[in-house]
């Protein structure tokens, strides 16, 4: 995941110098237009999904009872308490055994999204949360910012039946 991440603002930074040697040689002028949009961009995008993720509460709903091998609804509300809406918000909720992703594309300030999703093959247990992973890589993908929170839930899966003859 390092690697991967560390690739396009690696690449955006290296066409940007390889155009300023260009525009360096030629005397382009426009070159070094190009050239500071690109630094622009990179100066922009580092700190913007670091800001994105501060100030972002998580609440989950499920149901209080489920059964393992039966899928079941669960919800999360991502709450904005920061004073600038939130963009392209990914949650992640390792719950009950499971994974479940959504996108929030824009909460408003002072505003809750409510994100669904499906536990597909609950485990069974008692639960009384899980982790969520909320990262944002807006504006431009080049950078991500990741949070990790604790949801509460008490939730019981109890183990499948089966009907006996």
Do not use: Q
Request: overall charge positive.
């Amino acid at each position: 995941m390092r690697l991967k991440s560390i690739v396009k603002p690696a690449l955006v930074v290296f066409l940007g110098l390889v155009l300023y040697l260009i525009a360096s040689n030629v005397g382009a002028g426009w070159l070094y237009v190009i050239v500071a949009a690109l630094a622009g961009i990179v100066l922009i995008s580092a700190p913007l999904p670091w800001l994105g993720v501060r100030h972002v509460g998580i609440t989950r709903r499920a149901p209080v009872v489920a059964t393992a091998g039966e899928p079941f609804e669960c919800s999360l509300e991502v709450e904005n308490r920061g004073r600038l809406p939130r963009y392209m918000i990914e949650v992640e909720d390792s719950f009950a055994g499971d994974r479940g992703r959504a996108v929030a594309m824009r909460v408003r300030r002072g505003e809750t999204e409510t994100l669904g999703y499906t536990v597909e093959n609950p485990r069974r247990g008692i639960y009384a949360g899980g982790d969520v992973v909320v990262e944002s890589r807006a504006p431009f993908g080049l950078f991500y910012g990741r949070r990790r929170m604790r949801a509460a839930t008490d939730t019981v899966v109890y183990p499948r039946t089966f009907d006996v003859a």
